[in-house]
């Protein structure tokens, strides 16, 4: 006796078959948080910064570590030189900016992940916003006020 194996088979004992449901449909009773496409944003974002902070910690470290002498030749005065032009001011501005924000997107997906009450998701989304805008801030501050005359 032969099995035709394009017919349905009904779920039983030996053979369990799981239930997919039907995605929800979006409907005005839905809530406005579960209306956008934040996370695929946050994705995109994830992948889209990734690449471009590895080309520049690359040029960061290559320049730092690597070429004109070394470690050994980063002092207050290479820096002091290296912030006289707006490229490299620039340049270490975007990176601060997307290091923070790729490290705040990907600890606010684990905090989504992991934090299991929402008052402590919560709390932890909080004190991440807030870290992260702190250094921000902080960072753009030492970047755009920094004085090589001091």
Partial sequence: MSVDS?????P???NPAP????PRARTAKTPKATRTNFELYGWLFMRLSGIVLVVLVIGHLLIQLVLDG????????????????????TWDLVM?????LHGANGLRTIINDYA????TRFWLKMLLYTATV????????VIFTFDPNI
């Fill in 6 to 10: 394009t017919a349905p088979t009904e």
């Fill in 12 to 14: 039983s004992v030996d």
């Fill in 19 to 22: 239930l997919i449901e039907p």
């Fill in 70 to 89: 070394g470690v050994t030749k980063v002092s207050f005065a290479f820096v002091a030189g290296r912030w006289a032009s707006p490229f490299w001011m």
């Fill in 96 to 100: 601060l900016w997307l290091a923070m």
């Fill in 116 to 119: 299991e009450r929402d008052n």
């Fill in 134 to 141: 702190f250094t921000v801030l902080l960072g753009t501050l």
